[in-house]
């Protein structure tokens, strides 16, 4: 169950990247305002960035509760490991889409990354009931 931990990890720490590309595609970045500093940039990768931010810490919970409900499920470790780094992968790719102002290709990497977590969840269901 290594894998899937450290994807929970990633997975945590992606965030923090979309916020690190968005803070430096912005002029003169303000820490004492960040949110203000945002609003009143132009830059239109500071925004997209931004959004994957947000976007990458509302997937979190559920993601992480999905490895969690099918590894306490009994569900067999590698579908976990095998939907835990296609989890990742999808958002990783999400982000770099996001930034890219590749709307389409961001969806299907959103929809794909959902699905991992709808797998892992029912998985864990069925396995329970």
């Given at each position: 169950?290594?894998?899937?931990y450290l994807?929970?990890?990633i997975a945590a720490l992606l965030p923090y990247i979309w916020v690190t590309i968005?803070?430096?595609?912005?002029?003169?970045?303000?820490?004492?305002?960040p949110r203000g500093w945002?609003?009143?940039?132009?830059?239109?990768?500071?925004?997209?960035?931004?959004?994957?931010q947000l976007n990458g810490f509302e997937t979190f919970p559920a993601?992480?509760?999905?490895?969690?409900m099918a590894q306490f499920a009994g569900v067999d470790h590698a579908r976990i490991t095998w939907l835990a780094i296609g989890f990742v992968v999808?958002?990783?790719?999400?982000g770099?889409?996001?930034?890219?102002?590749?709307?389409?290709?961001?969806s299907l990497s959103w929809f794909l990354g959902f699905f991992?977590?709808?797998?892992?969840?029912?998985?864990?269901?069925?396995?329970v009931a």
């Open positions: 169950m290594t894998i899937p994807c929970i990890l968005a803070k430096a595609a912005g002029d003169k970045y303000d820490n004492r305002d945002l609003a009143q940039q132009d830059n239109a990768r500071a925004h997209r960035a931004n959004a994957a993601f992480a509760a999905a490895v969690l999808f958002r990783v790719l999400h770099v889409f996001y930034v890219g102002n590749r709307h389409q290709m961001r991992c977590v709808l797998a892992l969840m029912g998985m864990a269901i069925a396995r």
